[in-house]
């Protein structure tokens, strides 16, 4: 059975600071696609960096990377530069083949911004 | 263009009442996926609709149940509420997915509260 365990359930950092928020997956697929999405108060899930299981470089988009490490099955989210609007929920989730239509999510870990 | 819409926005029912939320997806979809999120919980999945048919199901009783519409529009329909069906629940659209790194575009969620 898929699994996303996400240790953190808290975490702070100060404004303008790095932050890393861990994530493990377990899957037996060889082929799956790891997903970071941030949640506001407002509720709605925001999409922020995908990636596949056979990319061989770590995703980055803007200030946010992954830190992918497949042998291990982590897929760490690293924000850099924190600013105070990213003060949210942080889901990692996961989908494989051959049932992509189904995305998996961990518990989340609650991040807060300090100014 | 509008994004995923969903109503209502909060929604109270009393247990063993029926509730119908709705989901209009973002322009341009044509695949609808719903996921029920408890407090302080990463949203599970509970299926997805694509051409007017559940194309694949979470682990979640009969009691749920959807429907899609010839303009993609979808309902979520939960029959004799319990009160552990307290949830925000999510609707998220795609276009159908070929490759895992599909994006699902969320909605604002419906507040469902059972008493």
């Known amino acids: 059975a898929q699994k996303i365990t996400q240790t953190q359930p808290g975490m702070f950092v100060q404004e303008k600071e790095a932050v890393t928020l861990d994530c493990t997956y377990d899957?037996?697929?060889?082929?799956?696609?790891l997903f970071w999405y941030k949640q506001p108060s407002s509720g709605e899930m925001i999409f922020l960096i995908y990636?596949?299981?056979?990319?061989?470089q770590n995703a980055t988009e803007g200030r946010y990377s992954l830190n992918f490490q497949k042998a291990r099955k982590s897929a760490n989210l690293v924000i850099s530069a924190s600013q105070l609007g990213d003060s949210a929920m942080y889901f990692c989730?996961?989908?494989?083949?051959?049932?992509?239509?189904?995305?998996?999510f961990g518990p989340g870990t609650s991040l807060s911004v300090i100014p | 263009d509008a994004g995923v819409t969903q109503s209502p926005t909060h929604l109270i029912k009393t247990r063993g009442q029926q509730v119908t939320l709705r989901c209009s997806p973002k322009?341009?979809?044509?695949?609808v996926s719903w996921y029920q999120q408890a407090l302080g919980q990463g949203p599970q999945f509970i299926f997805q609709?694509?051409?007017?048919?559940?194309?694949q199901r979470g682990n979640f009783p009969d009691r749920f149940s959807g429907h899609q519409y010839p303009n993609y529009s979808s309902e979520l329909n939960v029959n004799a509420l319990l009160l552990g069906d307290s949830a925000l629940y999510l609707c998220?659209?795609?276009?159908?997915?070929?490759?895992?790194?599909?994006?699902?575009?969320f909605g604002p969620g419906t507040r469902l509260t059972v008493t």
């Open positions: 998220a659209s795609s276009t159908q997915g070929s490759s895992l790194s599909y994006e699902q575009y």
């Open positions: 899957t037996s697929d060889q082929s799956y696609g």
């Open positions: 990636q596949g299981s056979y990319d061989e």
């Open positions: 989730a996961m989908r494989s083949v051959p049932s992509y239509d189904k995305v998996i």
């Open positions: 322009s341009g979809h044509d695949t």
């Open positions: 609709y694509y051409e007017e048919e559940e194309r």
